[in-house]
């Protein structure tokens, strides 16, 4: 008797240890990559798998699933009852969750009437489910993922699960946003949401593509950056073409940058600030030239200018001051105001190959696209001396964007660059339009789509205001002298005195050297711009080469009522600069 009762008593203990205990589900590995999250859901009461030994990892989310989860996530609150859903039964299961999350602006459905709530869930819904249940935090920088291109709904969404290291996508490159949702995805996404540490961002300077001058596929080039001592590669997402963190980055600038798996996510200009007391951190000074910026150890005082961070200091440049002799109002569609603003950068922006474009060579960059001179154009002029070379043919020494994309575009500006920014400071008020940058043998036509005027494909007479459009260059007329040469503006690559092919936005006139035009330039460029006369000569500008016409814009009188087109260059100079 005593026998059996043991053997009964033994089998009762092999039977419940049978039984699963509470996320013991057999359909979850012990290797599987969503174990943990599997165990941590399980004990912070999201889930309690579909049945009381299955998980069913691999089954499509439905949105009634997802949104169980973040609800039993956020304590199963109570919430107002909702009727706007004809697919929601009140008897349902889901019925509260969908009511909770339709309160705190979790989801709103798929129209007024209807939630979906069988519906599978794709990855782009499931990112922007817990997108919107955390808050909805403003986001900036670039998603890592070839398939998510910044005008897709669900951009923000996987971007803030990628800076938070909540998603990992399919590959290091695909998110596969319209792939199935899985159960095994949400519960992952979930337990890195609440239980990891998301990348911490560093501050750092960019030093530039790795190989410069060498490499041409912009999607695959090395970035480099400085930062913790040392240098370190990353690559920076193309999103779907636009280029977001390239077009913001200048080679020597400091920022506050989010890397992730070797991939920069995130790149926001650091701000500097006047030193109050000698920094105990390491100090470095940053040198910008051409191929790539360069970090050197260096000594600090009492007020330099300088980025603090936690481990370093990094000197920058003092605050740019710069007050052109005459400037326009900004939104003021009158030829005398285009006039006025098309002068700001004269004598103070140099001229770069591609200046004024994109990073990515298709359209305005954020300079040529904002109200006023850029201060990075300053800098650069001022940086720079009669020894400044355009384009030299050794592209560890050159300014010229080798490869194909504008890595210095934020320098200065090219013609269309800078008639492009002149135009956009007339018709606009405010920095971040969309920029009125364009082939040179475009720019003339752009004006007269903008309805300011008429394009015609013939030369006739030159009039103050109007856009020349050639084959490779476009500048701006200030008028016909009475001795038949041009008084011109535009930005060229014209020698300076020691015979370097530098130049940029200036005077120049089409005619003889001894012309009526040319005298003109000359009293206006050395007296309002005398650093820049320094440098350069007058640019004179044969007229067989100046006056092959693609496009000549002329402005309509509704847009000159204080009648510049009627005035003669020397008249019209001396209304503007008032001598």
């Not at 129209?111 to 990855?123: G, I, M, V, W």
């Not at 935090?137 to 890592?144: I, M, R, S, Y």
């Not at 951190?281 to 300088?306: E, M, T």
């Not at 009526?516 to 500008?541: D, F, G, H, N, V």
């Amino acid at each position: 008797m005593k026998q059996i009762r043991f053997l009964l008593a033994f089998l009762l203990l092999a039977a419940l240890a049978a039984i699963p205990g509470r996320g013991a589900f057999r359909d979850v590995p012990a290797d599987a990559y969503y174990k943990n999250p599997v165990d941590w859901a399980v004990e912070s009461g999201v889930t309690d798998g579909v049945s009381e030994d299955a998980f069913a990892p691999d089954a499509p989310c439905t949105r009634a699933q997802i949104v169980g989860f973040l609800w039993k996530l956020a304590g199963r609150p109570e919430s107002e009852p909702l009727t706007r859903f004809e697919d929601v039964d009140p008897e349902s299961w889901y019925y509260a969750p969908i009511c909770w999350a339709v309160e705190n602006g979790v989801t709103d459905g798929v129209s007024d009437s209807e939630f979906q709530p069988d519906r599978t869930c794709t990855r782009a819904e499931g990112a922007a489910f817990l997108y919107k249940y955390y808050g909805r935090e403003a986001v900036t920088g670039a998603v890592p993922f070839h398939d998510v291109s910044r005008s897709d709904w669900f951009h923000s969404a996987v971007l803030w699960c990628a800076q938070k290291g909540v998603v990992s996508g399919v590959t290091r490159t695909e998110f596969a946003p319209f792939e199935v949702f899985t159960r095994a995805h949400i519960v992952t996404m979930l337990c890195r949401a609440e239980t990891s540490e998301p990348p911490r961002p560093v501050t750092g300077v960019y030093l530039g593509v790795r190989n410069y001058g060498a490499v041409s596929d912009k999607d695959a080039m090395v970035h480099r950056f400085w930062y913790q001592g040392s240098e370190h590669p990353a690559a920076i997402p193309s999103e779907g073409g636009a280029y977001t963190i390239q077009n913001q980055l200048q080679e020597g600038g400091v920022y506050t940058l989010l890397f992730r798996d070797g991939v920069l996510l995130m790149a926001e200009e650091a701000e500097a600030s006047q030193l109050t007391e000698v920094p105990a951190l390491p100090v470095y000074q940053i040198r910008k030239q051409p191929g790539g910026a360069v970090v050197s150890p260096a000594a600090a005082q009492i007020g330099d200018w300088a980025v603090e961070s936690e481990d370093a200091v990094y000197l920058t440049e003092a605050p740019v001051t710069y007050t052109p002799p005459v400037q326009g109002t900004p939104g003021v569609k009158t030829l005398r105001n285009f006039l006025l603003t098309a002068m700001e950068p004269v004598g103070t922006t140099l001229y770069v190959y591609g200046g004024g474009w994109n990073w990515q060579d298709t359209a305005a960059d954020h300079a040529a696209s904002a109200i006023g001179v850029s201060d990075s154009w300053v800098r650069f002029f001022r940086s720079q001396d009669a020894g400044y070379d355009y384009k030299n043919p050794d592209a560890a020494q050159s300014w010229y964007p080798f490869g194909g994309w504008n890595q210095y575009h934020c320098h200065g500006l090219d013609c269309s660059g800078y008639v492009g920014w002149a135009l956009y400071n007339t018709i606009e008020t405010a920095s971040g339009s969309t920029g009125c940058v364009t082939f040179a043998d475009r720019q003339a036509k752009l004006f007269e789509d903008k309805g300011l005027g008429s394009c015609s494909g013939s030369v006739g007479r030159l009039l103050p205001g109007d856009v020349f459009s050639m084959q490779g260059h476009v500048w701006i007329s200030l008028g016909t002298c009475s001795d038949g040469s041009i008084l011109i503006l535009h930005s060229t690559p014209s020698p300076s005195r020691s015979g370097v092919k530098g130049g940029g936005v200036q005077l120049s006139a089409i005619g003889s050297a001894g012309s009526e035009a040319a005298q003109l330039a000359e009293k206006y460029m050395s007296a309002c711009w005398p650093e820049w006369y320094q440098r350069y000569p007058i640019r004179i500008c044969e007229p067989g080469s100046y006056l092959s016409c693609v496009g000549h814009f002329t402005w309509s009188d509704r847009f000159d009522p204080e009648g510049c087109r009627q005035m003669a260059p020397a008249e019209l100079l001396r209304d503007l600069f008032g001598f």
